[in-house]
């Protein structure tokens, strides 16, 4: 198997997350992954782009949207390694994904109170604008 490329794939059933991974292969070994199960936790509130540090043989995990609370509290998938000229897998791996659920607070406006005065008020006109933290 040494020098032969190989295409790894990642069977979800959402694919909002881009995953990068590396497999060892050494010379007259069978090639696998480093681990057959991958463990990571995440926060609810990580941002989207955001690079998740991950184990030291899966390169990076990008987070492509917001956490939903559809999202659940775990998900799981396997990724796979294929020979890429026959198409034979090679080695497979899972991940699971733990997410940390932290209480979503209120957003802060920049002032406590807002008036405003007008004569007329006419449907669907915006009134105020105002922003929050």
Same mark, same amino acid.
């Given at each position: ?5 190989? $295409?790894?794939?990642?069977e979800?059933?959402t ?12 010379r007259?070994?069978n090639?696998?992954f ?7 936790? !995440?926060?609810? @509130?990580? $941002?989207?782009?955001a690079?998740?540090?991950f ?5 990076? !995990?990008?987070?492509?949207r917001? !956490?939903?609370? $559809? @999202?659940g ?13 026959? %198409?034979?897998? %090679? $080695?497979? +791996? ?7 659920? !932290?209480?979503v607070?209120?957003p ?12 007329? %008020?006419?449907?669907?006109v915006?009134? %105020?604008?105002?922003? +929050?933290?």
């Amino acid at each position: 198997m040494e020098g032969q490329s190989i $295409a790894i794939t990642v069977e979800t059933t959402t694919s909002q997350q881009m995953f990068i991974v590396n497999v060892n292969i050494a010379r007259n070994s069978n090639p696998s992954f480093s681990a057959d199960i991958y463990n990571v936790t !995440l926060r609810n @509130d990580i $941002a989207p782009g955001a690079v998740v540090p991950f184990e030291t043989e899966i390169t990076m !995990l990008y987070i492509s949207r917001r !956490l939903r609370p $559809a @999202d659940g509290a775990f998900q799981s998938f396997y990724i796979g390694a294929l020979d890429k000229n026959n %198409l034979i897998r %090679l $080695a497979i +791996a899972r991940i699971d994904v733990s997410f940390e659920q !932290l209480p979503v607070s209120a957003p802060k406006f920049n002032n406590v109170h807002y008036f405003r005065q007008v004569d007329e %008020l006419r449907p669907h006109v915006t009134v %105020l604008r105002v922003t +929050a933290k």
